[in-house]
């Protein structure tokens, strides 16, 4: 499972299906069957670059791009870059990858609106000889000032009746950089006592210097994402822009904008702006904003930290594009804000892995356990399953020897009730091997700790023997001593330990971060068939969970994420409703 590619057709195809029934959906089986946009679907994934992809910014990814699949259209992708302060190359070159990493291809429709900068110049020209912009001299302070409240009118800007040639003039030296950072600003001139604030006069540009990625430091003036996004819709032949609810109140403003400048931009079609519920996750935020503190802050490893929601994280934590996309189809598409719980996307790759992961044997808190009459340099190579799951996945083969590992945790000196694991007196079978006894303990004579078991086995007990059919309540995993390999085990939890850390804004959500969120065991083994397991592939260490190599594990130092563990919550409480 080291290569993600052999499931990307079928999950691009599953997006189409997956899509079928949703309000979404339903206005573009109207719009096809009314002939609208010439029966076209085009749609188009934003990202501002100013961050690494989240897993809320998954489900607009499968949405778009599932859209456009269903329906027999195409999606764009293109990058908000309006703001240079903010943004940078990094975070266009990741999410790129991200959205291939899923399985989506833009072809050749990579966007910026960049790409638009004279053009929306040209037309925000238009808007002032149109008598439906103007240069604005009120501080930012000021201006909020004057745009009221949501029970009370603003007030118009004394500049707000400029003459056409006044405005012209002075947004060309805004243009040429006469004026300091926020010194001036651009607005649209709709009304100020509308109910909607969003139509109160927007700004549509800022001076703001800075270096652009792109277009460097030809421009000193910047327009703002509700003027940049209708109009980039617009041009790109975009018939449905797919937005989260947030904008809901933005609309007529989007509206407002093609309606002013339908002259230049009607030969490319109409599109219409339908928004959708973003995704809320438990235990976990999704602003963009503080999960850039939680890096810049040092508070989390970077941006692919596998305790991140960052779809970098997720995949260093070994999710992989199915899961995910799996998780975006069963969550669904409403226009209802909730939060959905984090275990039924732990449930979705536990799901894929359970069928597709190879078993493993590792042992996470080694205690040495000793054959007593096994012979002592004898190797015995046994064969267990790669996967039960999947029989035609084959077998392999374990070496078992006199001196092996177990789990600390699977002996008790003194059992409590309904132990079923090893504990003097009883015995265990180990997987694949045989069934063993415990005879005796050995402890450290300083500590009193235990340090060493010591057992006999039952050698007619081995699979194809004549007691290989014995029953004993339980079973063990278990490594030699001599083929044992050291390997760094990272194991995660949920990084907020509250539900909801982002419930209260006024909050410091940082005080609520899990402080066991990260345990690292540098003192487990595993078997010696993973020191040749590639980047990203996954496993299931049995008893233990699901893993992955780090991508920082190599031959000579393995390492490995716990991606989930065996536990599945969701999966029993789906049980119990059913």
Request: hydrophobic share 35%.
């Amino acid at each position: 499972m080291a290569n993600d590619d052999y499931k990307l057709e079928d999950i691009t195809n599953e997006a189409g299906r997956s899509l079928a029934s949703n309000f979404i959906q339903n206005i573009i089986t109207e719009d096809i069957k009314n002939g609208k946009n010439d029966s076209r679907v085009h749609t188009r994934f934003p990202p501002e670059p100013n961050g690494y992809l989240h897993i809320g910014h998954a489900k607009s990814i499968c949405l778009n791009f599932g859209l456009a699949n269903n329906n027999g259209g195409i999606c764009n992708l293109r990058f908000d870059d309006t703001n240079p302060a903010k943004e940078e190359i990094e975070y266009v070159d990741s999410i790129q990858e991200d959205v291939r990493w899923l399985g989506f291809d833009w072809e050749d429709r990579l966007y910026y609106a960049a790409d638009y900068f004279d053009k929306l110049y040209e037309f925000a020209i238009d808007l002032i000889k149109q008598g439906d912009a103007y240069v604005c001299d009120l501080s930012p302070e000021e201006m909020k000032e004057f745009r009221g409240t949501l029970t009370e009118a603003g007030k118009e800007s004394p500049y707000r009746n400029r003459t056409v040639e006044e405005n012209l003039d002075l947004f060309d030296r805004m243009k040429n950089g006469e004026f300091p950072d926020g010194a001036r600003v651009l607005r649209a001139k709709i009304d100020m006592a509308a109910g909607n604030i969003n139509l109160r006069d927007p700004v549509i540009y800022r001076i703001q210097r800075g270096t652009h990625h792109r277009t460097g430091d030809k421009w000193l003036i910047y327009p703002m994402y509700d003027y940049a996004h209708p109009i980039s819709d617009a041009l790109e032949g975009i018939t449905h822009s797919i937005c989260t609810m947030e904008f809901e109140d933005h609309r007529p403003l989007y509206d407002w904008f093609l309606d002013k400048i339908a002259y230049g931009v009607e030969k490319y079609g109409r599109p219409q702006q339908i928004e959708f519920a973003r995704l809320n996750l438990t235990y976990t935020v999704m602003s963009k904003r503080k999960l850039r503190l939680l890096v810049e802050n040092g508070l989390v490893a970077g941006w692919d930290d596998p305790r991140m929601p960052t779809i970098s994280g997720l995949r260093r934590r070994g999710y992989t594009p199915y899961a995910i996309r799996g998780f975006c189809e069963r969550i669904g598409v409403a226009k209802r804000n909730s939060r959905v719980d984090i275990a039924l996307l732990e449930h979705c790759i536990r799901e894929e892995l359970n069928s597709e992961a190879t078993r493993a044997m590792a042992v996470l808190n080694p205690l040495k356990l000793v054959i007593t009459n096994y012979p002592a340099d004898q190797v015995e190579w046994l064969e267990t399953e790669n996967n039960p799951e999947k029989p035609e996945r084959g077998t392999r083969l374990i070496p078992f020897t006199r001196e092996i590992y177990i789990e600390a945790d699977d002996f008790m000196e003194n059992p409590v009730k309904k132990f079923f694991r090893l504990s003097p007196d009883k015995e265990v079978r180990l997987k694949s091997a045989y069934i063993i006894k415990c005879e005796e303990v050995i402890r450290d004579e300083e500590s009193g700790e235990i340090i060493e078991i010591r057992c006999t086995y039952d050698p007619e007990t081995k699979s194809g023997g004549p007691k290989a059919g014995k029953k004993v309540k339980g079973t063990l995993h278990w490594l030699s001593v001599r083929h044992a390999l050291p390997a760094e085990l990272r194991l995660y939890e949920h990084l907020f330990k509250e539900e909801n850390p982002d419930e209260d804004e006024e909050a410091d959500f940082t005080n609520m971060l899990n402080p066991n969120s990260l345990m690292i065991l540098d003192k487990a083994r595993v078997e010696p068939m993973l020191q040749e397991a590639g980047k990203e592939e996954r496993f299931q260490f049995m008893r233990q969970g699901y893993f992955v190599a780090d991508l920082e594990s190599k031959p000579d130092k393995l390492v490995f994420n716990r991606i989930v563990s065996l536990r599945d919550t969701w999966g029993k409480l789906r049980a119990q409703k059913e």
